[in-house]
């Protein structure tokens, strides 16, 4: 992959449309343009034109289009970008690609554009993933978050962490490079307090019951009890439609069946599971431990009983007690089980119950970790500076902190190694 290529692709989905966007970036991007007809001046003036694009091999109109022109510095990648408005056409998709190919630029890669953007210092990496996560979101919620880590809210945050550290860190190397020197008492201050202040901010920050993450990944909802309980037919009732058989036969269900459902802008991952039971059929068995498992893995467990045997089972932390069927019982007075009727629809207080759960997941205005790899290099940050302290020989406790940088660097993607000789030739007299 050369950054100096000009590339294009086609930007929307490959299909019949009111509008197809064809996106050309490089430093030939004009070349390009000329290529297929359109007049450079008028975009270089006007950065736009609406005009025709013709097939240079034989002259023949491909489409008439609407043409944008970004100049470098000032567009998504930071080079030089034309963005093509075509209609839909599949025709005119398929000519216009081929005859692309035949120009000056190639096809770009998969996440070509982003990687860019990202080397030429337009994003960082948490705001580049933050584009991939408003493609995927499904959901209102996963939105908002997706948005601010690509308004920023991470990047500053992680930035200004590292900043700090680089500044602590300046600090300890300017005694390293004059040992005979020794650390005033109100440097050695600053620095204690700056990592005491940093550990607990980053151990806050980690301390958020992986928040993001289950936004962006959907809060897994295991649905479980003994057989022909009326699991099947309450995932039939959230979804409103036909998910999973439903049969008086005890056993119907033998696999896990996942079903994605959006409530209120909160997603959500259902899991009917097989019937917990003791069984000799081989194939039940199976399922019997994939619900268990699921049972383990699920953000929140819904229990499904039935009037006749209401004796929960289910160990986890965080479980509703639901008792189906309560159409057939008059007494449903206790607080800790919630009654519904899955076969009448009759679930409106179960859903409530829900939602109330995934509310601690609401999105706010502090940034939250939203991947694995975010967590992984920040909790090894924060043993570095853990283990950081000025008894240590000085440059061991100045190796501590510079593991910590490195790993907060990781997450953005901006890890300069000069930077820390800057701030000492800029802060102190060498020459004196």
Not at 31 to 37: C, I, M, P
Not at 140 to 146: G, P
Not at 312 to 336: E, G, M
Request: charged share 25%; proline share 3%; glycine share 6%.
């Amino acid at each position: 992959m050369r950054t100096s290529d000009t590339i294009y692709a086609l930007s929307t989905p490959f299909g019949k449309s009111g509008v197809a966007v064809f996106r050309i970036s490089g430093p030939n991007s004009l070349n390009v343009a000329s290529f297929l007809g359109l007049s450079n001046e008028l975009l270089s003036e006007n950065g736009k034109t609406y005009g025709k694009i013709t097939n240079p091999l034989n002259d023949i109109i491909i489409d008439h289009v609407l043409a944008l022109y970004f100049k470098s510095p000032k567009s998504f990648t930071g080079d030089d970008v034309i963005e093509i408005h075509t209609h839909g056409s599949i025709a005119v998709i398929k000519t216009l690609l081929e005859v692309l190919s035949k120009s000056e630029a190639r096809m770009a890669e998969p996440g070509e554009y982003s990687r860019r953007a990202f080397l030429n210092g337009k994003i960082d990496l948490t705001q580049a993933e933050g584009i991939a996560d408003i493609i995927d979101a499904e959901t209102e919620i996963q939105l908002v978050s997706a948005n601010q880590n690509l308004g920023g809210q991470l990047k500053d945050l992680y930035e200004g962490w590292r900043k700090e550290l680089l500044g602590t860190l300046s600090l300890i190397e300017a005694f390293i490079d004059f040992p005979e020197e020794d650390i005033p008492e109100d440097i050695v201050n600053d620095i204690v307090s700056s990592v005491d202040n940093l550990r607990n901010d980053i151990h806050g920050h980690l301390n958020d019951s992986n928040r993001g993450e289950k936004i962006r990944s959907g809060i897994k909802v295991a649905i479980v009890g003994e057989p022909n309980v009326g699991k099947s037919t309450l995932i039939n009732a959230i979804t409103k439609r036909e998910v999973a058989i439903v049969s008086d036969i005890a056993g119907t269900t033998r696999d896990a069946i996942d079903v994605i459902i959006d409530i209120e802008g909160y997603p959500f991952i259902f899991t009917d599971t097989a019937g917990i039971r003791e069984t000799d059929d081989t194939i039940e068995k199976i399922g019997v431990e994939i619900a268990r498992k699921k049972l383990t893995e699920a953000d929140l467990v819904l229990e499904i009983l039935s009037p006749n045997n209401i004796q929960p089972i289910a160990q986890h932390d965080n479980k509703l007690v639901v008792i189906n069927k309560s159409d057939t019982i008059s007494k449903k007075d206790n607080p800790d089980y919630i009654y519904i009727s899955a076969k009448n629809n009759d679930i409106s207080n179960l859903i409530e119950a829900i939602k109330d759960f995934a509310s601690q997941f609401e999105p706010s205005d502090d940034p939250v970790i939203t991947r694995a790899r975010y967590r992984e290099h920040l909790q090894n940050a924060l043993y570095e500076l853990e283990e950081f302290t000025l008894d240590l020989p000085i440059e061991l406790a100045g190796e501590h902190l510079r593991r910590a940088m490195y790993e907060i660097g990781k997450i953005t993607g901006l890890v300069k190694v000069d930077e820390i000789l800057d701030i000492i030739f800029s802060s102190f007299c060498i020459g004196k």
